[in-house]
């Protein structure tokens, strides 16, 4: 799961579907003769210092006496990551409606995004009415540009000050300006087109964004790139949604079919496993770098991972080849994930592929249509990552390298953000006292595959999409009856057996294709079941 897929039509994502490319798409595997050049990239905090490298020494690529250890320079003194001084993507702000208040959670805190008009900006706050605790982001933003909460009509200004209390008389004392009737604002900024919060409300970090400023990825803010984003809540957590997507060895079978991968030289099974030469280069508190056969990744902790490659399309063929042989200009490649921790047993995953090729493909076709392909490929591994999980936490995440055998190269950046989870966060997410690191229990299938409520509400594209299909699937149904209704009240001579005819064929087209838009509608914005033995 570590890209995502897009329509297997009409492609311009990271992956390499099975059907017909256009000449702008790759004809070879992404994964094959990539030569990749590390982006820029500016963040706050001390230069690495600590250095992890997996071991180089000739090992078996199958086998294993032991699995491969890094070698540590460790430096003096005990770091230890603060979660709630980083910066967190929140959501995409193409999929924040400016006329609603949305509620998210962020590192276990509820919150509440709204757009101020007054102030021209989205705020975050925090999702509690000081009145009577309701959630603010049940209510509306009225006339005036305030946040309401619908329980007692309490308004609220950008900066948490309450403007009015209905309840309060008039000649009485302001009881709206006290403290205890203020709601907690968090910092928050746009960038990247994403709104980014800071987890910690205390007065002290208001103008935060002076000091420390979110990660910066310069190619989001290349205007010739191309930059859909997609965003999923998922039912596992932020360590395992982290790991998986480091690890391109489990595509070829846990996205069997829906991602093509390189073909090996010598093929040992029906989906072309192979050895990955994988390592971890430089790691601190801050993250580390990842090197693979194919090219280079950047984890930027807590969040960001994200893998680049530098490479050329052939015009003539479409095939990808190194931009070490092609000449100027390169046509560039970024796979860009980020991971919100949410709650214990529960993360976000914001996604997006710059790339500065095939950029019209974005500006004709809707999002929803690579939103589709996307989610299958979430779906695919989604209920063995969240069984994996259980059984992580069974042992306990600081025992996840003895329980797990990890012998081979290719799982070098897995066992590199294990080791890095370990060392700076103690191997778990600080809550702070708000849950006990228990996860919740496991829902039924149907409902942990969840398509509607995990993305589609999220999501303004693929909702506008379902709300229209909807609809049409309803405009079928009552052409059909209608047509029917029309041929069973007219009288035998007043229209030809050749009109009635058609009208009923009408009717059952009309009907059967309702019939598969219910079907169609269900299956790629509800539920999609994957079934591994039958691919």
């Known amino acids: 799961m570590d890209v995502l897929k897009a329509s297997p039509t009409i492609v311009h994502s990271p992956y390499i579907p099975t059907t017909t490319r256009n000449k702008t798409q790759f004809a070879k595997p992404i994964f094959h003769n990539l030569n990749l050049q590390l982006p820029c990239y500016t963040r706050n905090g001390s230069k690495s210092r600590l250095f992890t490298t997996l071991s180089s020494s000739p090992i078996s690529t199958t086998e294993s006496i032991e699995p491969p250890m890094p070698e540590v320079e460790a430096e003096v003194g005990k770091e230890r990551f603060d979660w709630y001084s980083q910066w967190y993507p929140v959501m995409p702000v193409c999929d924040l409606d400016k006329r609603v208040p949305h509620g998210k959670k962020v590192l276990g805190l509820d919150l509440v995004v709204w757009w101020d008009k007054n102030e021209n900006e989205w705020k975050v706050f925090d999702d509690t009415c000081p009145h009577r605790l309701a959630p603010l982001s049940e209510g509306r933003i009225d006339q005036w540009g305030r946040l309401q909460c619908v329980y007692h009509g309490w308004c609220f200004g950008g900066n948490g000050d309450c403007k009015i209390i209905p309840q309060a008389p008039v000649d009485g004392p302001p009881v709206h300006t006290f403290k205890k009737a203020c709601v907690a604002v968090y910092p928050s900024v746009v960038q990247h087109d994403i709104v980014w919060v800071w987890p910690n409300a205390d007065p002290q970090y208001k103008d935060i964004i002076t000091k420390k400023k979110p990660p910066y990825i310069p190619v989001l803010d290349d205007p010739s790139f191309s930059k859909l ?19 391109p060895a489990h595509v070829p079978y846990a996205h069997y079919g829906l991602m093509r991968t390189r073909t090996p030289t010598v093929k040992v099974d029906r989906e072309g496993g192979r050895p990955l030469d994988m390592k971890v280069k430089k790691s601190d508190i801050n993250g580390f770098l990842g090197k693979q056969d194919w090219g280079s990744s950047n984890f930027i902790a807590p969040c960001i991972f994200h893998a680049f490659a530098d490479v050329e399309v052939d015009q003539e ?219």
């Open 317 to 535: 063929n479409g095939s990808a080849t190194s931009s070490e042989i092609a000449p100027p200009p390169n046509r560039r490649l970024s796979l860009i994930f980020m991971c919100v921790p949410v709650s214990p047993g529960n993360s976000r995953l914001i996604w997006t592929f710059p790339r500065n090729f095939g950029v019209w493909i974005d500006k004709i076709v809707p999002r929803w249509i690579f939103h589709i392909g996307q989610n299958l490929i979430l779906d695919s591994d989604l209920y063995l990552l969240h069984v994996e999980e259980r059984k992580i936490m069974e042992i306990g995440a600081t025992n996840w390298q003895k329980a797990c055998f990890v012998p081979t190269k290719s799982d070098a950046l897995v066992v590199g953000f294990r080791r890095w989870f370990n060392k700076y966060a103690g191997g778990e997410i600080d809550w702070k006292g708000k849950y006990s690191g228990a996860l919740p229990p496991s829902p039924p299938r149907e409902q942990l595959m969840d398509r509607y409520w995990s993305h589609v509400v999220n999501c303004k594209s693929c909702n506008t999409a379902q709300k229209g299909l909807k609809a049409l699937e309803v405009i079928l149904q009552i052409m059909s009856v209608v047509l029917i209704g029309i041929v069973a009240v007219t009288k035998q001579n007043m229209i030809s057996v050749v009109v009635k005819t058609t009208m009923v064929s009408m009717a059952i087209v009309c009907f059967a294709a309702s019939k598969w838009l219910a079907h169609f509608i269900y299956k790629n914005f509800h539920h999609h079941d994957y079934n591994h033995a039958f691919v």
């Open 229 to 247: 984003m997609g965003n999923r809540d998922i039912p596992y957590g932020y360590e395992v949604l982290v790991e998986n997507l480091m690890d």
